[in-house]
């Protein structure tokens, strides 16, 4: 086991292209989480999955983003249309039984 | 609502010196608390954890933090810093099950001088 995994680690995108990203869980972990982290400020929750069930979405999560956990194994996140305020490090983490692991997140720069 | 307030944003100490990061907290339940390191361009690295056990919780790379109840407060210490030890740091609660999401404060980074 490897730990987090996410792909891609950068991505520079034009505004308005939509963009996905990845995330590989440890594999026994049934939750994972993504979290956006912008530029001096700690991560901040965007939702949550149990499994394969999207159980929890923050309000940062505009109707431009789509999160899915097909079989709840990987997940993705997409942005549609993206805006320069988009740019930042998007993080996913799995929980095991009292901690989450984090991946090595993927940096978002809208150009 | 559960939240935490890291008070200072930088912290410079000199290669040998204590480390003292602050953290408060601000929680309805017994709350779980976390500390994590970020180097740049890295995800999170999980240095401690409190889980409402021992007070005073040791973590990797000779970190320590104490839970003190009547100050709300979890601070991060180190009795020598290293030169590797220069990084953000976040404090974070853990929101009740079954959400379990964290809520992190705003980072503190530190700066280990020669």
């Known amino acids: 086991d490897t730990g987090v995994s996410q792909n891609p680690r950068h991505k520079i995108t034009k505004r308005g292209q939509n963009v996905t990203f990845r995330c590989d869980p440890i594999?026994?972990?049934?939750?994972l989480y993504w979290y956006r982290q912008t530029l001096g400020q700690g991560p901040e929750f965007l939702t949550y999955?149990?499994?394969?069930?999207?159980?929890?979405k923050s309000r940062l999560l505009s109707d431009r983003f789509s999160a899915e956990r097909p079989k709840g194994s990987f997940s993705t996140l997409e942005i549609q249309r993206t805006e320069q305020g988009d740019s930042a490090m998007y993080l996913c983490?799995?929980?095991?039984?009292?901690?989450?692991?984090f991946g090595q997140g993927t940096r978002l720069t809208v150009v | 609502a559960q939240s935490v307030t890291q008070l200072g944003s930088h912290v410079s100490v000199s290669e040998g010196a204590l480390v003292l990061l602050r953290c408060n907290y601000s929680?309805?339940?017994?709350?779980?608390l976390f500390w994590y390191v970020q180097y740049p361009n890295q995800g999170l690295q999980l240095l401690l954890k409190?889980?409402?056990?021992?007070?005073l919780v040791k973590g990797i790379n000779g970190f320590e933090a104490e839970f003190k109840k009547s100050e709300t407060s979890f601070h991060l210490t180190k009795p020598s810093a290293h030169m590797s030890d220069a990084a953000e740091y976040f404090c974070?609660?853990?929101?009740?099950?079954?959400?379990?999401?964290?809520?992190f404060g705003t980072g503190t980074r530190l700066q280990v001088f020669p």
């Open positions: 983490a799995s929980r095991g039984t009292t901690e989450a692991f």
């Open positions: 594999s026994e972990h049934n939750r």
């Open positions: 999955f149990q499994n394969e069930a999207q159980l929890e």
């Open positions: 929680s309805s339940v017994p709350p779980y």
């Open positions: 409190y889980t409402s056990a021992a007070t």
């Open positions: 974070a609660v853990s929101e009740p099950p079954p959400t379990d999401k964290l809520i």
